[in-house]
């Protein structure tokens, strides 16, 4: 009789426990995102509709750099990048370190009415942008009651005023959702480290970057990673705040895309070339912040 059947090992069911566990999700991933990508990829070097779709090679990567539109649109996310994203982890930052003070009263409070933003309706927020910044609106208004302005002044229809008021918007949505992941980084954070500092007579600043900072740094990498490629896809300002104007001045990449696509005459092929170069932007971007960011070896 010939020996019987190895049996699996503990381990080895174990490992095929979970793949039988992570299977369906596997496939339902390739299906509904690796294979419309490739598909996607496929697309960018072909232009047309339906069946007079037709190879064309790398035209449309071509045809990106010389459209002024898309030009504009990549500056305008460079822009919102540079100076939206600094300036929105640096508050949420500040704002962690004063609201993990144990000895502050109503911190839950405080925590609740900065991270409620991000909880509003991306239209609906876009909404309140717009009345509140209009010719007639509340900045208008306070700012005449000041004698800063004589009359009403147009935000939204000059191209610097309308990009300040998207950047402006980004913040007051985004500050409070960063803000929660460093006080998560900071609750992990022995408190008597601060008090030790505290003893041996580090200051508040001292503390906040001989301690704070360093301690934060793979939160702080998380953030501008994830904060950064939330601004190269920046759609919903675009469209609902500005509508892309004045005259394109604050149109960004994901929205032109998405007016190549519906809004005008279809170009898909166009479309999923400049897509692709938001994913390498990202990539690209992702890559040099870990790169300086994470200096583990």
């Known amino acids: 009789m010939g020996n019987s059947k190895k049996k699996l090992s503990l381990g080895q069911k174990q490992s095929l426990a979970g793949w039988i566990f992570l299977t369906p999700a596997v496939i339902l991933i390739a299906i509904m995102s690796f294979l419309p990508m490739i598909q996607a990829l496929f697309l960018s070097f072909q232009t047309g509709i339906g069946a007079a779709m037709k190879w064309t090679g790398g035209t449309n990567y071509v045809r990106m750099f010389k459209d002024p539109v898309f030009v504009q649109a990549l500056k305008n996310n ?13 508050s949420a930052l500040v704002l962690a370190s004063l609201l993990n003070n144990k000895d502050l009263r109503f911190k839950g409070l405080f925590r609740t009415a900065i991270f409620l933003p991000c909880a509003t309706s991306l239209v609906s927020y876009a909404v309140i942008f717009r009345s509140l910044f209009a010719v007639d609106g509340l900045v208008n208004i306070v700012l005449i009651k000041l004698g800063i302005l ?6 939204l229809g000059h191209p610097n005023s309308a990009r300040i008021v998207i950047i402006l918007a980004l913040i007051w949505r985004w500050t409070g959702y960063n803000m929660v992941f460093y006080l998560s980084g900071l609750q992990n954070i022995e408190y008597s480290v601060y008090e030790a500092a505290k003893i041996d007579g580090a200051s508040p600043f001292q503390s906040f970057f001989r301690i704070t900072i360093p301690l934060l740094k793979p939160t702080i990498l998380l953030t501008a990673i994830m904060s950064t490629n939330g601004t190269l896809q920046l759609f919903d300002e675009s469209v609902n705040l500005t509508n892309g104007g004045p005259a394109n001045a604050t149109i960004t990449m994901s ?27 990202v990539a690209v971007l992702a890559f040099i912040q870990l790169k300086v960011g994470d200096k583990r070896d």
């Open 150 to 155: 004589s009359t009403g002044y147009n935000f």
């Open 78 to 90: 460079f822009i919102y990048l540079i100076i939206q994203v600094p300036i929105m982890l640096i």
């Open 255 to 281: 929205h032109y895309i998405y007016n190549v696509s519906f809004k005008y005459v279809p170009n898909f092929g166009y479309a999923a070339s400049m897509s692709y170069l938001i994913l390498i932007l």
